[in-house]
């Protein structure tokens, strides 16, 4: 799951959602224009004769109860608003990879339907995807010559937490049915692999760019699978798997409380389908049924045994305290109780237990236990180096505007036929752009043939929401020089 996903799950994942509703938007013009250059107009014709009018994007909207704030609800009535700042709207859906957003841009709540939910089955985030998760084998992958699209992701995550019976409006069941985008892709004949090549390729560059420092989880194998044209879901499979959600999300309270709210199935939606596999333990500092060593408010330590593992990020454990026994060294367990993890001291590995079920420290143990409670209590608080006086700057006020400079109408190396020396092969390669906004037709074969200096005529402009030299040739409607491009990807 990308990283983001999970930064917003970790907060809001538990929250009840009190709305779904399902948005559709038609699908950027020039995306149909490729697939048309490609198969010679055949993708169109397949599109109408397969009666689709338009091709659509489906996302879902989940409105959830929101206990934290500052965030606010807009429920859009035509050209009016409503803030509620007791509700938050997520917008869930499947480009390249699985997206989980808060910002909500007003132009896509228009083509909006209601999924009603189920009466006396609360559903949050973590169950609704959790459920998907574990059915559906395509949970993550994008392949729209495999009909894995957006559409199929949004119909099996209704389908599968069982809200599919819950709509008897006739236009949205319409809008709910995916399209057959394998038929629609086989148009494209011998090029339909472009189109998987371009998603995976594009899937793999989001990754790098925004989860490059997250460590990924291998996906287990499912047992089950949803199938199309197969009813996997009726109301005694929805059952079935509604109660096994809700038990596993007790047993995952029960068993594991290091964070402060539970999160269900949280492993899972860690994983990804294509990347090592690791373990949550290494970031455990403290495992459970261990004894520690804490701080008290006078001075002194006190000895407890841990109740579950304590991580890093935990920010209050649960303890049993261990009470001294006539005055000596020997401890006994006794109550339970929750503790700041900043009171730890330092862990105690082995103690001596005792036929009388008494415990008691080693003696290098309650030496190096009182060091470091000295230390804590002498400890001399950081030196703090003071900032660097700054000093002003005197103005030059001699300078004279120079006159002999070059005034250039249009952008000389993307627009002017300049020679250009060679600087690198990044700054090589984006005279792709030059030969496309100058229609030279030969200088992008040049380019492409120069393997040695130029490492891709697909570099962008300059920024990464910037234009590549494919964009420009579409932008100017330049067939030619596009399929020069399309061929080299």
Same mark, same amino acid.
């Given at each position: 799951?990308?990283?983001?996903?999970?930064?917003?799950?970790?907060?809001?994942? @538990?929250?009840?959602?009190?709305? /779904?509703?399902?948005?559709?938007?038609?699908?950027?013009?020039?995306?149909?224009?490729?697939?048309?250059?490609?198969? &010679?107009?055949?993708?169109?014709?397949?599109?109408? #004769?397969?009666?689709?009018?338009?091709?659509?994007?489906?996302?879902?909207?989940?409105?959830?109860?929101?206990?934290?704030?500052?965030?606010?609800?807009?429920?859009? =009535?035509?050209?009016?608003?409503?803030?509620?700042?007791?509700?938050?709207?997520?917008?869930?859906?499947?480009?390249?990879?699985?997206?989980?957003? !808060?910002?909500?841009?007003?132009?896509?709540?228009?083509?909006?339907?209601?999924?009603?939910?189920?009466?006396?089955?609360?559903?949050?985030?973590?169950?609704?995807?959790?459920?998907?998760?574990?059915?559906?084998?395509?949970? !993550?992958?994008?392949?729209?010559?495999?009909?894995?699209?957006?559409?199929? =992701?949004? #119909?099996?995550? /209704?389908? /599968?937490?069982?809200?599919?019976?819950?709509?008897? @409006?006739?236009?949205?069941?319409?809008?709910?049915? +995916?399209?057959?985008?394998?038929?629609?892709?086989?148009?494209?004949?011998?090029?339909?692999?472009?189109?998987?090549?371009?998603? $995976?390729?594009?899937?793999?560059? #989001?990754?790098?760019?925004?989860?490059?420092?997250?460590?990924?989880?291998?996906?287990?194998?499912?047992?089950?699978?949803?199938?199309?044209?197969?009813?996997?879901?009726?109301?005694?499979?929805? $059952?079935?798997?509604?109660?096994?959600?809700?038990?596993?999300?007790?047993?995952?309270?029960?068993?594991?409380? &290091?964070?402060?709210?539970?999160?269900?199935?949280? $492993?899972?939606?860690?994983?990804?389908?294509?990347?090592?596999?690791?373990?949550?333990?290494?970031?455990?500092?403290?495992?459970?049924?261990?004894?520690?060593?804490?701080?008290?408010?006078?001075?002194? =330590?006190?000895?407890?045994?841990?109740?579950?593992?304590? !991580?890093?990020?935990?920010?209050?454990?649960?303890?049993?305290?261990?009470?001294?026994?006539?005055?000596?060294?020997?401890?006994?367990?006794?109550?339970?109780?929750?503790?700041? +993890?900043?009171?730890?001291?330092?862990?105690?590995?082995?103690?001596? &237990? &005792?036929?009388?079920?008494?415990?008691?420290?080693?003696?290098?143990?309650?030496?190096?236990?009182?060091?470091?409670?000295?230390?804590?209590?002498?400890?001399?608080?950081?030196?703090?180096?003071?900032?660097?006086?700054? =000093?002003?700057?005197?103005?030059?006020?001699?300078?004279?505007? $120079?006159?002999?400079?070059?005034?250039?109408?249009?952008?000389?190396?993307? #627009?002017?036929?300049? +020679?250009?020396?060679?600087?690198?092969?990044?700054?090589?390669?984006?005279?792709? *752009?030059?030969?496309?906004?100058?229609?030279?037709?030969?200088?992008?074969?040049?380019? *492409?043939?120069?393997?040695?200096?130029?490492?891709?005529?697909?570099?962008?402009?300059?920024?990464?929401?910037?234009?590549?030299?494919?964009? !420009?040739?579409?932008?100017?409607?330049?067939?030619?020089?596009?399929?020069?491009?399309?061929?080299?990807?």
């Amino acid at each position: 799951m990308p990283l983001r996903v999970r930064n917003i799950l970790k907060k809001v994942g @538990d929250e009840l959602i009190l709305k /779904i509703q399902l948005g559709r938007t038609p699908v950027r013009g020039h995306n149909v224009r490729i697939l048309n250059l490609l198969s &010679h107009s055949k993708f169109t014709n397949k599109q109408l #004769e397969l009666g689709y009018d338009e091709i659509y994007h489906n996302y879902l909207l989940i409105t959830i109860k929101n206990t934290y704030g500052p965030y606010v609800l807009q429920h859009m =009535f035509g050209n009016a608003s409503q803030n509620t700042t007791s509700t938050t709207i997520l917008k869930l859906e499947k480009r390249l990879r699985i997206s989980l957003k !808060y910002r909500i841009i007003p132009d896509e709540l228009i083509d909006v339907y209601d999924i009603p939910l189920t009466p006396n089955k609360p559903l949050t985030l973590n169950r609704l995807l959790s459920a998907a998760l574990n059915v559906d084998k395509n949970f !993550y992958r994008f392949d729209v010559g495999a009909n894995n699209t957006c559409q199929t =992701f949004v #119909e099996n995550i /209704i389908d /599968i937490n069982g809200l599919l019976p819950n709509i008897i @409006d006739q236009a949205t069941l319409n809008a709910l049915i +995916p399209i057959d985008a394998k038929t629609l892709i086989s148009s494209l004949g011998s090029r339909a692999d472009i189109v998987e090549i371009a998603t $995976n390729l594009g899937a793999q560059l #989001e990754k790098l760019v925004f989860d490059h420092k997250l460590t990924w989880k291998k996906s287990q194998p499912k047992e089950f699978v949803l199938m199309r044209n197969v009813n996997v879901t009726d109301s005694e499979s929805i $059952n079935a798997i509604y109660n096994a959600t809700l038990e596993l999300e007790k047993n995952v309270i029960q068993v594991d409380r &290091h964070v402060n709210r539970p999160k269900f199935n949280q $492993n899972r939606l860690d994983e990804d389908d294509d990347d090592d596999s690791t373990s949550e333990s290494e970031n455990v500092t403290h495992k459970s049924k261990t004894f520690i060593i804490c701080r008290s408010l006078a001075n002194s =330590f006190y000895l407890c045994q841990t109740l579950q593992n304590v !991580y890093n990020y935990t920010k209050e454990i649960c303890i049993r305290w261990c009470s001294l026994v006539d005055e000596n060294t020997y401890f006994k367990l006794d109550y339970e109780d929750k503790l700041d +993890p900043h009171t730890i001291l330092t862990e105690i590995p082995n103690v001596i &237990h &005792h036929a009388d079920k008494t415990i008691s420290l080693k003696k290098q143990d309650i030496i190096e236990t009182n060091r470091l409670l000295e230390k804590s209590i002498t400890a001399t608080k950081p030196v703090t180096i003071s900032k660097a006086q700054l =000093f002003k700057v005197q103005s030059n006020r001699f300078l004279k505007e $120079n006159l002999a400079l070059t005034e250039y109408r249009t952008e000389p190396f993307f #627009e002017d036929n300049l +020679p250009v020396s060679f600087i690198s092969s990044s700054v090589q390669s984006k005279l792709a *752009i030059r030969a496309v906004i100058l229609n030279d037709r030969i200088l992008l074969k040049s380019l *492409i043939d120069d393997v040695d200096r130029v490492c891709s005529v697909h570099i962008r402009h300059d920024l990464s929401e910037s234009l590549s030299a494919i964009h !420009y040739a579409i932008k100017n409607n330049n067939i030619d020089l596009l399929k020069i491009l399309l061929e080299d990807l």
